[in-house]
Nanobody
């Protein structure tokens, strides 16, 4: 059974970089045709797909966030990481990592982690 767990700071100051890591267990992030995504949900709003990294290391980003988002991976630790630069209070959200057999089809979800942007 594939399990995902997000980790990272719960509070980030405006203009700084938000960094989160997703640790995957029960499956490999290099498994063929698997895509690993970051998704967020601001308070009172719906889910927003931010971007993904695939089994080969190729990355895909939401056009609205592309200029500020970077997703990378560490295959030795079976982890993938989100970096979001120049954050503002509008980036306050619950951040989820997820994975599945297509970029926007999520079969596995982490429990989510609250990130608040505030000075």
């Amino acid at each position: 059974q594939v399990q995902l767990q997000e980790s990272g700071p719960g509070l980030v100051k405006p203009s700084q970089t938000l960094s989160l890591t997703c640790t995957v267990s029960g499956g490999s992030i290099t498994s063929n045709y698997k895509y690993w995504s970051w998704i967020r949900q601001p308070p009172g709003k719906g889910l927003e797909w931010m971007g993904a990294i695939d089994y080969g290391g190729s990355t895909y980003y939401s056009p609205s966030l592309k200029s500020r988002t970077s997703i990378s991976r560490d295959t030795s630790k079976n982890q993938f990481t989100l970096q979001l630069t120049s954050v503002t209070p509008e980036d306050t959200a619950v951040y989820y990592c997820a994975g599945g057999g297509a970029i926007r089809v999520q079969e596995y979800w982490g429990q989510g982690t609250q990130v608040t942007v505030s000075s």
